[in-house]
């Protein structure tokens, strides 16, 4: 017992120390669920809260990718050290797509102070969320100043994803933009700032057009903050320096805001707490389920109509929950 | 006791009779999360598994609302009742988005044969599946003959709210299509028919030649069926006739394919129980971590690094579940 302490206690501070090699171990120890993963978590996690997690969301196509990869170098050039999540919860099945776009990274690949991690979901709720707070945990533990958490598109799933977020980017473009229909109401109680992103094309100005007239409706200002609305074009890192601008903006707006602030930083610990107990339930909610054997004879007599889910579920619910 | 389950049967027999007014009542019960909706569910369960769930999956703006206006419009004309789920998973915070795209279905509104249900997440992961399912299970029960399942992007929470659909349906628009990102492996899982809508536009040939050939990529054929790309012009009817028949057939192949479609059949029953121990598990989750000012303390403590999600989430899953 004390043998294993003092061993994760040595491991613990290599990662304290910055090591890449103890860092990407432990991030695949969490990815294999080992159980010892939750003891090296549970003791970096008093050295976490020093880094600033900056959430880019955007759709497909909207360049969101290019601009993390410009991001990273404007952060690198003020001498901060970058962590990168890349998180697609687009494929519940396969893991992710197709074509993986961490090839674009490759500038960054040979510097040490830039650290990249791709997760993909496994088709649990929660667990996408449980293992982009582990690794986002410990980058911040590594020591890195900016965690950027790049993900796909505005569903629920990568909603939760952000909660991990001080500071919220959300990437339009135009030509989505002319139609209203896509931006919703929960991507503006998301964004803390808007990149317009292509903002060379046709439309640009409509798009922003449209953000502010949603805005004004939405009465988002009353909070203290009225996100902004920076024009970039990523693939010629036109605008990015505004948008590092905008961030610090909203960071330094976080850090004086008083009560405001604090009610985020609940709702992040929350978020993490949640994620965590969910995915545990998840888990044994499977194991109730039996093996795939017990598993699927039950499902045959649900689809015969022998039973019903209502009834199912109140006996595996009895079987898990203390009365 | 027996008085109530005499109320109940009788309430029971006017919605599988059709009632439209019984039926809503019943969505409301569910909406409210009233205990007794549990007992009606599991009566009418027995009666449910005749209607045709039929999934519109499309971004915001690729026109999906229009083209499920549309399938109603042909699926009347063919003398089926047609019951409309529109799911809109955007906004976990606001519930919904800022303009209710119902209105155009006004056409349809004095059409007994129609039956048209929104649904907003109410932020709990699970819970819009619940209440998606149920609301399905009602249709079902009320004797519709094809309920369209109408929902917004490739999330993980419109993939789940998917698994429900006997046949889904991928809606592209020309342009997203231009960047290969736009076209996941998680859409090439989920589609088993794809409706290029607005396919009049620039980019249409483009589009379908990019799903060909990431269909090819996956190999998606080895299951028996490749799903067909349908060119619609969702503003004017155009191709919806061909759309229909698509689903017909895709319908068809699952009807007589073995044990691949006892697989899918298995795979909704899975869906539906899990979604129902979920949500309760949530809701069980919140008592646990107790009222406003207990959570708020805790929270407080893990901010300050006092404590570890870690060791709260243990202590939270000892007091919930059973040794």
Known sequence: MSHDDDAIDAFVARILAGSVRAGARAMRLVDDREPIARDILDRLYRHTGR?????????????????????VTHYRQQGKRVGVVAVDPSSPFSGGAILGDRIRMN?????????????????????????????????????????????????????????????????????????????????????????????????????????????????????????????????????????????????????????????????REAHILESLIRDRLVERMAEALGDRATRDALLDRLVARETTPYAEAQRVLDEMLRG
Do not use: Y
Not at 181 to 206: C, H, M, S, T
């Open 51 to 71: 880094a600033r997690v900056v959430g880019i969301i955007g759709n497909p196509g909207s360049g969101k990718s290019t601009l993390t990869d410009w991001l």
């Open 107 to 267: 500038q960054h690949a040979t510097d040490p102070g830039v650290f990249i991690r791709s997760l993909a979901t496994r088709g649990n709720l929660g667990g996408l969320s449980r293992s982009t707070n582990d690794v986002v945990a410990i980058l911040d533990a590594m020591g890195f100043d900016v965690i950027l958490l790049e993900t796909v598109g505005v569903g629920q799933d990568e909603v939760e994803v952000v909660k991990l977020a001080h500071t919220s980017v959300v990437v339009l473009v135009p030509g989505l933009g002319d139609d209203i229909q896509a931006i919703k109401a929960g991507i503006l109680e998301i964004a803390d700032v808007f990149a317009v992103n292509k903002a060379d094309r046709d439309g640009a100005d409509r798009t922003i057009r449209d953000i502010r007239n949603l805005q004004m409706l939405a009465d988002t200002a009353a909070a203290g903050w009225l996100p902004p609305i920076v024009r970039t074009v990523a693939t010629t890192d036109e605008g990015v320096d505004a948008l590092v601008e905008a961030i610090a903006a909203h960071d330094a707006h976080g850090r004086e805001a008083g009560s405001d602030a604090a009610e985020r930083l609940r709702r």
